[in-house]
């Protein structure tokens, strides 16, 4: 095999990624990152960055589902401590009804 069929070869084992509208801040702290702990790949730098983004969506998912859980259980906790009576209430055709009346709004 000669080099031309070797340089070919590895031509199609590559795949390229072009990015572009790039701000310069952003550049520059890639390639720090990636010479910095990624030896200057900046596949492994990408894929790291991915991998970190995917992580913390699913950690705001999970705190998200803890808060809305946490919520629910204080309602549920606090729930007895707002007791409601029933009032029974007859109309002027003798139908009787009950009604739910917070011991805080039958003070008043």
Same mark, same amino acid.
């Given at each position: 095999m000669d080099k031309k069929e070797q340089l070919e070869k590895l031509r199609n084992r590559v795949e390229g990624l072009s990015i572009s509208r790039l701000p310069s801040n952003t550049k520059r702290e890639f390639k720090?990152?990636?010479?910095?702990?990624?030896?200057? =790949? *900046?596949?492994?730098?990408?894929?790291? %960055?991915? =991998? *970190?983004?995917?992580?913390?969506?699913? %950690?705001?998912?999970?705190?998200?589902?803890?808060?809305?859980l946490e919520h629910r259980f204080n309602s549920m906790v606090s729930a007895p401590e707002q007791e409601q009576e029933k009032e029974v209430k007859t109309l002027l055709n003798g139908r009787k009804i009950e009604t739910k009346v917070d011991k805080e709004e039958k003070k008043k």
């Open positions: 720090e990152l990636a010479d910095a702990e990624f030896c200057s =790949d *900046y596949g492994m730098t990408l894929k790291y %960055l991915v =991998d *970190y983004h995917k992580q913390n969506s699913l %950690l705001d998912m999970v705190a998200s589902k803890t808060l809305e």
